[in-house]
């Protein structure tokens, strides 16, 4: 299957700097990808939909400014926490699918810890 | 507004077990379901991936179903092993809404040796 790598794995920052996280697919083109957050013992919330080459789509009660989507290449979207405060501490995890209605597929994970 | 719904939450069962695991959802058209299993800490490694026109989905020890007039699918294990236990997720691909996959919250899965 397709091969989809996210970095770094993990972090840890102090409260009020930018965290900056990478999702790259390694052996496709990745016309969409999407970003979700995972709270402990919780599921994947969609954050936003990014198409190349256009801005991210969010979803509602999520601040665009304060997470900024970067999908310039058909292989490199970036995830960027603005400002991190302790409670964007979570599991952030990308896919990445070919477009349309076609497979996801998923990112290992970036877990982030805002001191 | 589609909504996924797993259960149970939570599940503890002797190794060797065959169980089931279940998932619903309110709109019933659907692209795609799929059955998603994930370790602690870790992403998501997917099992099982059911076209709206099929019935069901085998790998291995698993089979899954998928009744979409009901709105339901199911997840069966069988002859568990405690290698299974990790959390697994159902999501759906919604029609009409860019390829968006919407998550249930999982079903918690414990096998005791």
């Known amino acids: 299957g397709a091969v989809v790598s996210q970095h770094p794995s993990w972090v840890i920052c102090k409260s009020g700097t930018s965290v900056k996280i990478e999702c790259r697919s390694l052996?496709?083109?990745?016309?969409?990808m999407f970003w979700y957050r995972q709270f402990p013992k919780q599921s994947l919330m969609l954050m936003a939909t990014?198409?190349?080459?256009?801005?991210?789509?969010?979803e509602q009660g999520v601040e665009k400014d304060k997470f900024l989507i970067n999908h310039a290449s058909l292989t490199l979207s970036t995830l960027t926490v603005t400002s991190a405060h302790p409670e964007d501490s979570s599991f952030y995890i990308c896919?990445?699918?070919?477009?349309?209605?076609?497979?996801?597929?998923f990112g290992p994970g970036t877990r982030l810890l805002v001191l | 507004k589609q909504e996924v719904t797993q259960i149970p939450a939570a599940l503890s069962v002797p190794e060797g077990e065959n169980l089931v695991l279940n998932c619903s959802f309110t709109?019933?058209?659907?692209?795609?379901l799929q059955w998603f299993r994930q370790d602690p800490g870790k992403g998501l490694t997917s099992l099982l991936l059911?076209?709206?026109?099929?019935r069901e989905q085998t790998s291995g020890r698993l089979n899954a179903s998928l009744d979409k007039s009901s709105g339901r699918s199911t997840l069966y294990i069988a002859a568990s092993q405690p290698g299974d236990s990790a959390t697994y997720l159902c999501?759906?691909?919604?029609?009409?809404?860019?390829?968006?996959?919407?998550f249930g919250q999982g079903t918690e899965l414990s096998v005791k040796p």
């Open positions: 896919s990445a699918s070919s477009g349309g209605l076609e497979t996801q597929y």
């Open positions: 709109d019933s058209a659907i692209y795609n």
């Open positions: 999501a759906v691909t919604a029609y009409n809404q860019g390829g968006k996959l919407i």
């Open positions: 052996d496709f083109q990745a016309t969409t």
């Open positions: 990014s198409n190349e080459g256009s801005k991210a789509t969010y």
């Open positions: 059911i076209q709206s026109s099929q």
